[in-house]
Nanobody, 120 residues
Framework: QVQLVESGGGLVQAGESLRLSCSTS????????MGWYRQAPGKERELVAV???????IYADSVKGRFTILRDNAKNTMYLQMNSLKPEDTAVYYC??????????????WGKGTLVTVSS
């Protein structure tokens, strides 16, 4: 059973930093890709950053230069370092991980989310 658990959300002021964590119940190398998504009130869930097992990291234009997706293989944990936070970054942030099954299909897993609130 794959479990993803986010932590690190909270209330911060604009311009401050926050680091989100996503711990996994299995070896992090098992995933073909991992990423962070967010959903603001009244809006659809959107991609924030994605990190494939092999290849370049991808960031949403709105967070480029401010957010960094990281991974600690020894701790089976993925992070999202968020700097220069803006009120529009306020959302529930979700950890996402994709792993191919025996048939080659990518199965996605989601955490329950952690709330980030940025005050102006």
């Amino acid at each position: 059973q794959v479990q993803l658990v986010e932590s690190g959300g909270g209330l911060v002021q604009a311009g401050e930093s926050l680091r989100l964590s996503c711990s996994t119940s299995i070896n992090i190398f098992s995933f073909n890709r991992m990423g962070w998504y967010r959903q603001a009130p009244g809006k659809e869930r959107e991609l924030v950053a994605v990190m494939p097992r092999i290849g370049s990291r991808i960031y949403a234009d709105s967070v480029k230069g401010r957010f960094t997706i990281l991974r600690d293989n020894a701790k089976n944990t993925m992070y999202l370092q968020m700097n220069s936070l803006k009120p529009e970054d306020t959302a529930v942030y979700y950890c996402n991980a994709g792993r191919e099954d025996a048939a080659g299909l990518l199965i996605e897993h989601w955490g329950k989310g952690t709330l980030v609130t940025v005050s102006s």
